[in-house]
């Protein structure tokens, strides 16, 4: 018995479908979508179900039709590819839906700029946030330096090159591809600022292209190499031994508390392909260091944070690791609120050069109930003396280390 639910791809329109798909479309007795989808079909006779806000709502009437009348579903561009495909048939079942897919619009997009695809990075921030995008950001600027974006409202271009400009992604441009299939369609490119400023069709596909070289940057930069106050960054050595501490990971959320220049978090995101870095700091001249850094080595994974603690914890996202670079006298109650958010298994490292420091940071954890353990940094660096060489000493710095224990 064939399928009663046609799920269609309209590709750039109506005249992209295939005789097979038309038959198919006049066949139904039911026909849902969204209403832009519907319009391209006034004279069809069937009962229409219009896909408004409430996709699961929709998906229930869709499945209720389905059971007595042939029902067919449209879809704009690949169904299957960022469409409703996925939730259809996980609410219907696969062997209830007979598949016809047609071109995607970033296919469509790339044969409008009459560029290959091939390898393109390819995020869809519909009902999503733009975590995937500074992802995808990072991953482009290592491969072939292309983004393609299928945005909603809340994402329009504009919106997405004031967050980008926002991160210090000054080094992309934005193809716009507006209204294809169209006779208004229309494509151009532009600057982030000029499409920061923008306006745009609801109906677009973004591509986003590399511009120059992406920064040389790497784990254990020479102090020299961010902008920061005299003194107050985590030496290149301390930094590597509290990475390698916190034991990133893919998709991780790291939390970079009293962040300074930002040295650590921006080397955190080396460690977390697909995650991200919250760095909060109090102070508006490191602030600004932070951003100057940030927008050196187009770290897109970071996110900037400028306010006190322990209250300006409240304005980050749950962690699943945390360094605490700078606390003061409020450092037992931000570990202590730390852990609380911290994720099952998740690790706090904290960096400490007073003993009163470190003591207070033990008592913290132990009553959090976090498994503890402290190591101490030495460090000598050489340099010229006389004729030769001498090695001198760094301030010894500890690294005191907590593990939540994971949930039964």
């Known amino acids: ?34 209403q832009r989808l519907l319009d391209l079909f006034p004279n069809h006779p069937g009962q229409r179900l219009v896909l408004k806000k409430d996709l699961t709502a929709w998906l229930d009437s869709v499945e209720k039709a389905s059971q007595e009348k042939r029902a067919a579903v449209l879809a704009s561009g690949d169904p299957l590819f960022f469409g409703v495909g996925r939730k259809l048939i996980e ?11 047609n071109i995607t619009s970033i296919q469509a997009a790339f044969a409008l700029l009459k560029e290959p695809w ?25 491969g072939e330096g292309r983004v393609a974006l299928l945005t909603d409202p809340r994402h329009a271009p504009g919106l997405v090159a004031r967050r980008m400009l926002d991160r210090g992604q000054t080094g992309w441009r934005m193809a716009i591809l507006e209204n294809m299939g169209q006779e208004d369609r229309k494509a151009g490119e532009y600057s982030l600022a000029e499409a920061a ?3 745009f069709s609801p109906l677009n596909v973004v591509v986003l292209k590399k511009t120059g070289e992406r920064p040389k940057f790497s784990l254990g930069l020479a102090e020299e190499e961010y902008e920061h106050q005299a003194g107050l960054i985590t030496k290149a050595e301390v930094r590597a031994v509290a990475l390698g501490m916190l034991e990133l990971g893919p998709g991780l959320c790291l939390w970079d508390l009293g962040a300074g220049c930002g040295s650590v978090g ?31 080595f187009q770290a897109a994974w970071l996110e900037v944070v400028e306010g006190e603690m322990p209250e300006a914890l409240s304005l980050l996202p749950d962690p699943d690791r945390v360094f605490i670079g700078g606390g003061g006298r409020n450092l037992e109650e931000i570990i202590s609120l ?33 498994e503890g353990e402290a190591v101490q940094v030495q460090i000598s660096r050489s ?10 000493a760094l301030n010894p710095v500890w690294l005191v280390k907590g593990r939540k224990k994971e949930e039964l």
């Open 91 to 101: 609410k219907l079942g696969a062997e209830k839906v007979d598949v016809f897919p």
């Open 338 to 370: 730390s852990a609380e958010r911290l994720s099952p298994g998740g690790v706090v490292v904290v960096s400490l050069v007073m003993l009163e420091s470190l003591e207070a940071a033990r008592r913290a954890l132990d009553r959090a109930g976090l």
């Open 1 to 34: 018995m064939r399928p009663l639910v046609f799920l269609i791809g309209l590709g750039r329109g109506r005249r992209d479908l295939s005789q097979e798909t038309l038959e198919a479309v006049e066949a139904a007795q039911v026909l849902a979508g969204g």
């Open 197 to 199: 400023s923008g306006e």
């Open 118 to 142: 091939d390898g393109v990075e390819t995020v869809s921030l519909h009902g999503r946030g733009l975590d995937r995008l500074w992802a995808a950001l990072d991953r482009a600027g290592l």
């Open 266 to 296: 921006l080397e955190a995101g080396l460690l977390l392909p697909g995650g991200r870095v919250a760095a909060l700091e109090k102070n508006k001249e490191r602030v600004a260091q932070i951003r100057v850094n940030q927008k050196k």
């Open 383 to 392: 340099g010229p003396l006389a004729q030769g060489t001498m090695l001198k």
